[in-house]
């Protein structure tokens, strides 16, 4: 498997803005878990999920059934989407990244099977506007970025970076 991807840290309060996002560039978004394919399409299902979905070519999604949990998963390598996971908050208040992700081309039968070139130039166009929309790099980032919400709580001495572990401590 081969993939593009930027990592960053984000706040709840900038998901929301995430999403109004996604869908002005005109994509649906559809949860990476659900229990029945019929679920699909319904956005109230994006609220409780750590990845969301953005689609290229609902015609090019693939869900597999993972029987002994009883749900389905989106398959981000084969399917025609840009994966958004969100920043994920975890013990002792910290948050692990998030990022956005895609494989341009994965492998299956002992072959490289490549996604359309329409696919990898609007995938690529979404990280590049994305990125220019909402995050940076800044001294407190090092090699990693930043939302403007996270950027603050670094200002305001209320976060503090563990690189050895990539996450954010709140205070």
């Avoid at 840290?9 to 999403?19: A, G, I, K, Q």
């Avoid at 994509?27 to 994006?46: R, S």
Wanted: with cysteine; glycine share 2%; hydrophobic share 30%.
């Amino acid at each position: 498997m081969i993939s593009k991807q930027i990592n960053f840290f984000h706040s709840n309060d900038d998901e929301e803005r995430f999403v109004a996002f996604f869908k002005s560039k005109g994509f649906e978004l559809y949860p990476n878990l659900i229990k029945h394919l019929d679920e699909i399409k319904q956005e109230k299902n994006l609220s409780n999920q750590s990845k969301i979905e953005i689609v290229f070519d609902s015609n090019q999604t693939e869900y597999k059934f993972i029987e002994k949990q009883g749900y389905y998963l989106c398959n981000p390598e084969k399917s025609y989407v840009v994966e958004f996971l969100k920043c994920i908050p975890s013990k002792e208040s910290t948050i692990e990244a998030g990022r956005l992700y895609y494989t341009p081309k994965y492998y299956e039968d002992g072959k490289f099977i490549l996604k359309s070139d329409d696919f990898v130039s609007e995938a690529n166009k979404l990280l590049k506007e994305f990125k220019k929309e909402f995050l940076k790099k800044t001294e407190y980032s090092g090699n990693w970025f930043f939302t403007e919400d996270i950027n603050d709580l670094f200002k305001k001495n209320l976060a503090e970076w563990r690189q050895n572990k990539n996450v954010i401590k709140f205070e």
